[in-house]
Nanobody
Framework: QLQLVESGGGLVQPGGSLRLSCVAS???????????IGWFHQAPGKEREGVSC????????NYADSVKGRFTISRGNAKNTVYLQMKDLKPDDTGVYYC???????????????WGKGTLVNVSS
């Protein structure tokens, strides 16, 4: 009932920056409660893990320890858009980034109700 579309991935050198976007759209004729939106990272050959989560109002945020101080999650003026600003990227940040949504904050990896198809980030020199 909720479509999530990520964009903004690409190839970047170590130390570079990218901004990912996630746009949420309710499928016509359905309703969907998606107050909390999170970003998740799946590195090659590894399990998906949480990166950051933002609440419906934007007042509650959290980050994985590995990205604190480097990544910033935010909501756009249109509340159905969430961004992930990534700075000082490292090779370990390489992988597919997914956004996902559920009714309430926080964003447990295995408790999200809706998922996008992901956008690939490749940090390499």
């Amino acid at each position: 009932q909720l479509q999530l579309v990520e964009s903004g991935g690409g190839l970047v050198q170590p130390g570079g920056s990218l901004r990912l976007s996630c746009v949420a759209s309710v499928v016509s004729g359905f309703t969907a409660d998606y107050g909390a939106i999170g970003w998740f990272h799946q590195a090659p050959g590894k399990e998906r893990e949480g990166v950051s989560c933002i609440s419906r109002s934007g007042g509650l945020l959290n980050y994985a320890d590995s990205v604190k101080g480097r990544f910033t999650i935010s909501r756009g003026n249109a509340k159905n858009t969430v961004y992930l600003q990534m700075k000082d990227l490292k090779p370990d940040d390489t992988g597919v980034y997914y956004c996902a949504a559920r009714g309430d904050y926080p964003c447990p990896t295995y408790g999200m109700d809706y998922w996008g198809k992901g956008t690939l980030v490749n940090v390499s020199s």
